[in-house]
């Protein structure tokens, strides 16, 4: 059984509705150690014929059977083994890679084998020392003489160790010193076993093989053999094919982006605008929440969690803000991380009096940890029958404040009794401390026995849970707020967070709602990198036609085509997103050496995290712009890629 058959091959092309014959009927039979030329006028089919033998070309009619296995019926990803298992390509024009040196020309054939990497260079230098090209194997095509372009074509269309070599017009470009040299390489190639068929229109060149062909006007018109076919000793492969692997397309794509430095690090330097803002941006919100939650700390205990009943607002209105039960107060004591939780009355409205001088309070509370202690200047924190005053009070009273310590007051509080009525009642305290930064309080059991004296409610209208850190205050929050029973029918929340650290709940939530508008902003700037991005891939797609009609020629999937255009995409990604960070991390080291000198505090917070999700961001965005260009790159025809200019 022959090693190649033709057998009853038509081939037309179509011009609207206008058909044109190429091939019109060949049958053929090739075996190991034959040098075949295919003998004819150009126009004839030859080239066509090749491509079909080739497994690039598989819209024709009749079979083409390899070792007893037909390939016309065969799939798309069998054709690729195919190829990348049993043909090596030798091109009229060479069909070298361009950006690669001729050693890593070779190598893109190796790495489709199951060969180590060590082996694989070892086996490029051997080739490459048998086509005499030992001493230029660093340099790039555009270095080399149309001789040595063709022999390093020769090397590449070995590596795999195919079976057939198939070689279009490989001396058309030649001089006659050349023709001859490169002849000899193909016939050394097939005296080694092989198959080699050379397409040609030089009667010179199918002299030198074992058997002619000749074709034309896709007719065979006859066969004369030269010589017999060589022996063949040893049929056994030296290579185990493989496809592409992903890691293969990233040292790739790593190579075209060094090759085209200067335009590439262009490309990155525009993405990394993008992800410079937004991490900017956020590390811009991160650092201004932080400084008025540093400037609220310094004023009130930020640790400390005021929590009371959730009430309507006409409840509110007439001063029933509900009463607290012990279960409430162990229902908070249980919540993890809770070091402790004081009861606490508040009061809408209060009075303060000594000998003819009144101060109203808008509202009183009595003491717990949401006061500063080291906020009391002067004095001391209320016990039992005092009462600490703020600063501004005491100064109504009298101008020298700081000596209201010690002295006696008078505190007036309007509250309701059982019959909703009004009732006002009266205790002297005696003033313990006068707070710089606070509202005045008075000593919580000093309140209860009021409101004892005069049969009224003393269970606690709220509670101060003490927290342990200031990093578990939202996770504690959180828990009081989840909380709920029905009203109704409906589902209310039992609590409401009551005081500063509500408001600095909420002020936080609000600062960072504008910072993220600003990122999302920012990230428009984004858009337009993928945008870029898109344009820059589709521009290679064009440049690199031709790369992708060779990739596809020595057996490369059109999967493997995808990743090499992901790749360089991922690429862009990794690059641009380090660049946008680095320049983020700088320019928070400058904005925050200036506030620091002003205001004693670093504005700009970038963490790790913010960084982190800059460059995934980046990265994904780059793949997904990479998804059309690269789906397009890989549904091209071989044999249109292959003659693109």
């Given at each position: 059984?022959?090693?190649?058959?033709?057998?009853?091959?038509?081939?037309?092309?179509?011009?609207?509705?206008?058909?044109?014959?190429?091939?019109?009927?060949?049958?053929?039979?090739?075996?190991?150690?034959?040098?075949?030329?295919?003998?004819?006028?150009?126009?004839?089919?030859?080239?066509?014929?090749?491509?079909?033998?080739?497994?690039?070309?598989?819209?024709?009619?009749?079979?083409?059977?390899?070792?007893?296995?037909?390939?016309?019926?065969?799939?798309?990803?069998?054709?690729?083994?195919?190829?990348?298992?049993?043909?090596?390509?030798?091109?009229?024009?060479?069909?070298?890679?361009?950006?690669?040196?001729?050693?890593?020309?070779?190598?893109?054939?190796?790495?489709?084998?199951?060969?180590?990497?060590?082996?694989?260079?070892?086996?490029?230098?051997?080739?490459?020392?048998?086509?005499?090209?030992?001493?230029?194997?660093?340099?790039?095509?555009?270095?080399?003489?149309?001789?040595?372009?063709?022999?390093?074509?020769?090397?590449?269309?070995?590596?795999?160790?195919?079976?057939?070599?198939?070689?279009?017009?490989?001396?058309?470009?030649?001089?006659?010193?050349?023709?001859?040299?490169?002849?000899?390489?193909?016939?050394?190639?097939?005296?080694?076993?092989?198959?080699?068929?050379?397409?040609?229109?030089?009667?010179?060149?199918?002299?030198?093989?074992?058997?002619?062909?000749?074709?034309?006007?896709?007719?065979?018109?006859?066969?004369?053999?030269?010589?017999?076919?060589?022996?063949?000793?040893?049929?056994?492969?030296?290579?185990?094919?493989?496809?592409?692997?992903?890691?293969?397309?990233?040292?790739?794509?790593?190579?075209?982006?060094?090759?085209?430095?200067?335009?590439?690090?262009?490309?990155?330097?525009?993405?990394?605008?993008?992800?410079?803002?937004?991490?900017?941006?956020?590390?811009?919100?991160?650092?201004?929440?932080?400084?008025?939650?540093?400037?609220?700390?310094?004023?009130?205990?930020?640790?400390?969690?005021?929590?009371?009943?959730?009430?309507?607002?006409?409840?509110?209105?007439?001063?029933?803000?509900?009463?607290?039960?012990?279960?409430?107060?162990?229902?908070?004591?249980?919540?993890?991380?809770?070091?402790?939780?004081?009861?606490?009355?508040?009061?809408?409205?209060?009075?303060?009096?000594?000998?003819?001088?009144?101060?109203?309070?808008?509202?009183?509370?009595?003491?717990?940890?949401?006061?500063?202690?080291?906020?009391?200047?002067?004095?001391?924190?209320?016990?039992?029958?005092?009462?600490?005053?703020?600063?501004?009070?005491?100064?109504?009273?009298?101008?020298?404040?700081?000596?209201?310590?010690?002295?006696?007051?008078?505190?007036?509080?309007?509250?309701?009794?059982?019959?909703?009525?009004?009732?006002?009642?009266?205790?002297?305290?005696?003033?313990?401390?006068?707070?710089?930064?606070?509202?005045?309080?008075?000593?919580?059991?000093?309140?209860?026995?009021?409101?004892?004296?005069?049969?009224?409610?003393?269970?606690?209208?709220?509670?101060?849970?003490?927290?342990?850190?200031?990093?578990?205050?939202?996770?504690?929050?959180?828990?009081?707020?989840?909380?709920?029973?029905?009203?109704?029918?409906?589902e209310q929340k039992v609590y409401q967070i009551t005081g500063v650290g509500a408001i600095l709940d909420t002020l936080n939530t609000y600062i960072m709602l504008a910072f993220y508008v600003l990122t999302a902003i920012a990230g428009i700037s984004l858009l337009v990198s993928a945008i870029m991005i898109i344009v820059v891939l589709y521009i290679s797609v064009s440049e690199r036609t031709k790369e992708i009609g060779i990739l596809r020629a020595i057996g490369a999937r059109r999967k493997d085509i995808r990743h090499l255009f992901v790749s360089e995409?991922?690429?862009?990604?990794?690059?641009?997103?380090?660049?946008?960070?680095?320049?983020?991390?700088?320019?928070?080291?400058?904005?925050?050496?200036?506030?620091?000198?002003?205001?004693?505090?670093?504005?700009?917070?970038?963490?790790?995290?913010?960084?982190?999700?800059?460059?995934?961001?980046?990265?994904?965005?780059?793949?997904?712009?990479?998804?059309?260009?690269?789906?397009?790159?890989?549904?091209?025809?071989?044999?249109?890629?292959?003659?693109?200019?």
């Amino acid at each position: 059984m022959s090693l190649l058959e033709v057998r009853d091959v038509y081939k037309s092309y179509f011009l609207g509705s206008q058909e044109f014959k190429v091939l019109k009927g060949i049958n053929l039979k090739f075996d190991r150690g034959e040098f075949v030329s295919i003998l004819g006028e150009s126009g004839g089919g030859k080239s066509t014929l090749m491509n079909i033998i080739g497994g690039l070309d598989h819209q024709y009619d009749g079979d083409v059977v390899y070792d007893g296995q037909s390939l016309h019926t065969a799939k798309e990803k069998v054709l690729d083994g195919y190829r990348r298992e049993n043909i090596g390509f030798v091109f009229q024009s060479f069909n070298l890679i361009s950006h690669l040196n001729i050693l890593d020309n070779v190598m893109v054939s190796l790495e489709m084998t199951k060969l180590s990497h060590n082996k694989r260079v070892e086996r490029a230098k051997e080739l490459l020392e048998r086509v005499g090209l030992k001493e230029h194997m660093r340099k790039h095509p555009n270095q080399l003489s149309g001789g040595q372009k063709q022999r390093v074509a020769i090397a590449r269309a070995l590596a795999g160790d195919p079976d057939i070599i198939i070689a279009d017009e490989p001396t058309g470009a030649l001089d006659s010193q050349n023709t001859k040299e490169v002849l000899e390489i193909l016939e050394s190639i097939a005296k080694d076993g092989k198959l080699v068929i050379a397409v040609t229109h030089s009667q010179e060149v199918a002299d030198f093989g074992t058997r002619v062909v000749h074709l034309d006007d896709g007719v065979i018109h006859g066969e004369s053999r030269l010589k017999d076919p060589y022996p063949v000793e040893n049929t056994q492969r030296t290579t185990q094919a493989k496809h592409l692997t992903y890691y293969a397309s990233l040292r790739m794509a790593l190579k075209h982006m060094g090759y085209n430095f200067k335009r590439n690090l262009l490309i990155i330097f525009g993405a990394s605008i993008g992800i410079f803002s937004v991490i900017l941006m956020l590390g811009l919100g991160n650092g201004v929440r932080g400084y008025i939650n540093d400037q609220i700390s310094s004023q009130i205990n930020p640790t400390a969690v005021q929590v009371a009943l959730n009430v309507s607002d006409n409840q509110a209105q007439s001063g029933n803000y509900g009463h607290l039960k012990q279960s409430d107060y162990d229902k908070m004591s249980k919540i993890k991380n809770v070091d402790s939780v004081e009861k606490g009355y508040y009061i809408p409205g209060a009075k303060i009096t000594s000998g003819s001088k009144s101060v109203t309070q808008q509202y009183f509370q009595t003491w717990n940890k949401t006061e500063r202690t080291n906020d009391i200047k002067y004095g001391r924190k209320p016990h039992a029958g005092e009462i600490v005053l703020d600063k501004a009070t005491a100064k109504k009273i009298d101008k020298n404040y700081k000596e209201m310590v010690g002295r006696q007051v008078t505190l007036y509080i309007t509250t309701i009794n059982n019959k909703k009525e009004p009732i006002q009642i009266q205790k002297n305290f005696r003033v313990s401390g006068v707070i710089t930064s606070g509202s005045t309080a008075a000593d919580f059991n000093s309140i209860k026995e009021m409101l004892s004296s005069k049969k009224l409610n003393t269970d606690p209208t709220f509670l101060t849970v003490n927290v342990n850190k200031t990093e578990n205050v939202k996770a504690v929050q959180n828990k009081i707020k989840s909380y709920e029973h029905k009203v109704k029918g409906k589902e209310q929340k039992v609590y409401q967070i009551t005081g500063v650290g509500a408001i600095l709940d909420t002020l936080n939530t609000y600062i960072m709602l504008a910072f993220y508008v600003l990122t999302a902003i920012a990230g428009i700037s984004l858009l337009v990198s993928a945008i870029m991005i898109i344009v820059v891939l589709y521009i290679s797609v064009s440049e690199r036609t031709k790369e992708i009609g060779i990739l596809r020629a020595i057996g490369a999937r059109r999967k493997d085509i995808r990743h090499l255009f992901v790749s360089e995409a991922f690429f862009i990604g990794l690059f641009s997103s380090i660049l946008g960070a680095g320049l983020a991390l700088l320019v928070q080291l400058g904005i925050n050496h200036i506030t620091n000198d002003k205001i004693s505090y670093a504005i700009v917070g970038i963490t790790s995290n913010y960084l982190i999700f800059g460059i995934v961001i980046s990265i994904l965005i780059s793949l997904i712009a990479a998804l059309t260009p690269a789906r397009k790159a890989s549904k091209l025809d071989p044999v249109e890629a292959l003659s693109a200019d």
